[in-house]
Structure formats: structure tokens, C-alpha cells
């Protein structure tokens, strides 16, 4: 299962390797808010992001993988969890290490599922600044200014190592785009881009990797540089995703939250948690049945 989605408008004013394919995100008109559940805001800086999803239908758990999961209740101790936390950023540098630009491939489906991209313009030629959250080596960033030559892209992930890759790449041009390490959940966006001044903003596979927690920090340091009107395109892992059934019994840690033997983590989300694990930043959400 995918959860692909749309954080849709951001209606602040200035003073916010999968194995299936999913369905792409369409933008729900403006006038069909009022039909919209809303989650309160505890922040007031943060007005109404339009919240929609898209999503390929979750799989049917045989009885043997039903039986495994229920199963599997031991959670990882407290002292190893705070150790992964403290060393998350080292195990994700040493993944890019083992892997080089290799474990991933390009992702060519990018403006292909994520249309908006596109619609974001009021004309066809129009200049358009992305931010990709979570760039990884470039897989999706280099398709992307390949294919249209009217991008900026400003792109960082939380691995040095993968940002000098990125740097390292032929395509790599800094009157394109502008590279750097940052973490999303405490390192401030507005010190590498300017305030407001972001049309589109990428997080594919990405906030499955922070920890469940601090997923609100990253989303707010995100709407800091989104332009009123801008949008955020999201794909990430879906619950019952072949790649959570994979874990082996000792490697969860938390509900639907897991950690791989190289030390990263991934979270599985359900179609109501992706506005519930980014509960300080209010959403207007749209539950869609996919046939």
C-alpha cells in the first residue's frame, strides 16, 4: 500500500522503492472545503492546509501474515530507541556510504503522478521553485530539472554524505538549484531559503523516516518557505506495504514504526494518521474511496 497525497494549499498569509503504484493526487476544488473534516490548530501561526489523498487500496493480509504481525508485540527496549534517535543521522550516512548513488533509481514518475506540478503555473512557460524535502542523492531532483527547464529547485536531506553525491552528479548545476544538509526537524529552512518564496514542496519517502514525534516539526519548518497557495506532494509507505511484512520479529518500534538492520527506521502510515502524526499544523482533510 502507498499513501500518495497532496498537503494541499497553504493558505498562510506572509506574517506554511515502493512495490505498487498509486493513483495520482488530485487537487480538490476550493469550493468543496466546507464538506471538509477539520483538525484544530494549537499553533495559530498555521491557517488551513488542504489535505488530500490519494490511495492505492491496502492489501488483504493472509492469515499466516495476520497471524505474524499479531504476533510480533516485542518492541525494541528504550535505551536502543534513544540510541537510534541519537545516531540517525550517522546510520543514514552510512547507507549512502554501502550504497552510493545506487539503491535507488530515478524516479521518471515524478511530474507523470504529480500533476500539480504543472498546474501550479498560471501560463505554460512560468518559472516555478521547488523544494524537494529529503533529496537522498537526486533520484527525483535531476528527472525533474531534466525535464523542465523553467525549475529552481532548492534540495536538502539530512545525510551529508548524500549531499555530496548530489553535488558530485554531472547534472549538478548551482543556477538550477541549491543543495544543502538540513535537518527537517531542527534546523531552520529560512537560513538556506528565503521566506514565503517556494511554490511546490516534495516529500516522497521521507517523513516515514523521522520519528513519528517530531514529524509536526518538519511539516512546519516546510511551511515556513511555502509561498500562500503554495503545495506539498507526499508519497510515502501505506500499513500492510510488502516492505513492513518483511521486518522479522525484534525489529519494531512502535506502532507501525520499525527499524532496519542498518539502523534506519521507516513508519507505515494509515490514511487517518497522516494528518494525526502532524497534529500542531491544522488540516482540512478529504477522505476519497479508491475503486
Not at 244 to 268: A, I, P
Amino acid at each position: 500500500m502507498l499513501l500518495n497525497g497532496l498537503f494541499g494549499e497553504s493558505k498562510m498569509q506572509p506574517e506554511e522503492n515502493s512495490v505498487n503504484s498509486a493513483p495520482r493526487p488530485v487537487l480538490l476544488p476550493r469550493e468543496m472545503s466546507e464538506n471538509l473534516l477539520t483538525a484544530n490548530s494549537v499553533s495559530p501561526t498555521y491557517s488551513d492546509l488542504l489535505l488530500q489523498r490519494r490511495v492505492s487500496p491496502a492489501r488483504t493480509l493472509t492469515a499466516e501474515e495476520a497471524a505474524r504481525l499479531e504476533k510480533d508485540q516485542t518492541v525494541v527496549s528504550h535505551f536502543k530507541q534513544v540510541k537510534l534517535e541519537k545516531e540517525a543521522q550517522k546510520n543514514w550516512d552510512l547507507f549512502f556510504k554501502r550504497n552510493s548513488t545506487n539503491f535507488f533509481k530515478d524516479r521518471h514518475w515524478t511530474t507523470r503522478e504529480f500533476e500539480e506540478l504543472g498546474a501550479c503555473r498560471e501560463f505554460e512557460d512560468q518559472n516555478l521553485t521547488i523544494l524537494e524535502a529529503g533529496c537522498g542523492v537526486g533520484n527525483c531532483l535531476f528527472p525533474l530539472l531534466e525535464e523542465d527547464t523553467n525549475i529552481f529547485a532548492y534540495a536538502c536531506d539530512f545525510s551529508p554524505r548524500a549531499i555530496e553525491f548530489v553535488k558530485q552528479n554531472p547534472l549538478y548545476n548551482t543556477e538550477r538549484c541549491k543543495v544543502f544538509q538540513c535537518d527537517l526537524t531542527k534546523d531552520d529552512l529560512l537560513d538556506n531559503i528565503p521566506e514565503h518564496s517556494v511554490d511546490v514542496v516534495t516529500l516522497i519517502f521521507v517523513l516515514s523516516a523521522i520519528h513519528p514525534e517530531k514529524m509536526h516539526l518538519a511539516v512546519k519548518n516546510i511551511y515556513k518557505v511555502l509561498k500562500p497557495g503554495g503545495r506539498v506532494l507526499f508519497r510515502d509507505y501505506g500499513l500492510y506495504d510488502h516492505t513492513m511484512l518483511r521486518f522479522k520479529s525484534g525489529n519494531k518500534l512502535g506502532e507501525n514504526f520499525y527499524v532496519r538492520q542498518d539502523g534506519t527506521r521507516s513508519y507505515f502510515f494509515t490514511e487517518g494518521k497522516v494528518t494525526t502524526r502532524i497534529p500542531d499544523t491544522s488540516m482540512e482533510s478529504a477522505q476519497q474511496a479508491i475503486s
